[in-house]
């Protein structure tokens, strides 16, 4: 496979490493980006652990709240000048609402159910909001949590809904305690609750990726065991919200933080719009110049 200018760059963007190691690292790999990706995180050359994904499309975040329900959702058009039309807010409004009343378990069940109580689906109203605003508008996630009336929801929208964070605290009805959290998750990005909640699949690969490095930096076998587990610690610090440092308080961490105001964070849902999309690449040179020979 030919190795492109772009995909060494993507690589170096995102691990941080050499141009060049770059290069060598998708030669050996035959251009996988995460095998490329996991080479040079055992070489030792690269700064992230975690994969950088691409952000690209267009939308908004949105959240709705309504008593003890609430949805986090994301909604992608093709250009940012849709998410200030009045006609967009007003979709992501009002599929909010349904998504909360009608608690479908997956974005097609949502499509396929009636809104508005005049037999028209989600998909039909998407459609026709589509055909109003000329750009191409989809549902592409959400996620739905219920709560008790001893519990608490954390609602955060970061810049207007380029981020967009919820989060359910049981044990409080703190709402300003449950959106510090939120705002935590927002600002730092964890992807799991607590470390019990990593597969251990990936654990293990983890592992395994850190003792290659310990091995390849020299050190005894006897003590990369040792070496490994603790610097596991580091990389649940990255991953695990109630491992991370409070970003209010980097003193203590989330877990300290909720459990001394007699809470307990029940689970949370981040989306960054766009994240993991391909956005398509425009030349504008050549858009301007064909249309001006039309």
Avoid at 15 to 28: F, I, P, R, S, V
Avoid at 96 to 110: F, I, M, R, Y
Wanted: proline residues 2%; hydrophobic residues 35%; negative net charge.
């Amino acid at each position: 496979m030919a190795i492109t200018a772009k995909l060494v760059k993507e690589l170096r963007e995102t691990t941080g490493a050499g141009m060049m190691d770059c290069k060598k690292a998708l030669q050996e790999t035959e251009g996988d980006m995460d095998k490329a990706v996991e080479f040079l995180r055992k070489k030792g050359m690269a700064k992230a652990a975690k994969k950088a994904n691409r952000i690209a499309a267009e939308g908004l975040a949105h959240i709705e709240v309504d008593g003890n329900t609430a949805v986090l959702l994301e909604v992608n058009c093709e250009t940012d000048f849709v998410t200030k039309n009045d006609q967009f807010k007003q979709l992501l409004d009002e599929l909010g609402s349904h998504l909360v009343k009608q608690k479908p378990e997956t974005v097609d069940e949502a499509l396929a159910q009636p809104i508005h109580g005049d037999g028209d689906t989600v998909e039909n109203y998407i459609n026709a909001t589509v055909g109003k605003i000329g750009e191409k508008i989809s549902l592409r996630r959400f996620a739905l949590m219920n709560k008790t009336d001893s519990d608490a929801f954390g609602a955060y929208l970061h810049m207007g809904g380029s981020i967009g964070a919820l989060v359910l605290l049981e044990g409080t009805t703190d709402e300003e305690l449950a959106k510090d959290i939120a705002m935590h998750a927002a600002a730092v990005s964890p992807r799991y609750v607590s470390r019990d909640e990593v597969p251990e699949e990936e654990v293990n690969s983890e592992r395994e990726v850190l003792k290659t490095q310990a091995l390849n930096e020299g050190k005894p076998e006897h003590i990369v065991e040792k070496m490994v587990e603790g610097r596991l610690g580091k990389f649940y610090e990255e991953i695990c919200l109630l491992e991370q440092d409070f970003v209010k308080d980097p003193d203590q961490k989330v877990k300290k933080f909720v459990s001394d105001k007699g809470a307990e964070v029940k689970t949370f849902a981040r989306y960054a719009v766009g994240e993991g999309m391909e956005k398509r690449e425009e030349n504008f040179a050549e858009e301007v110049k064909n249309q001006m020979n039309k």
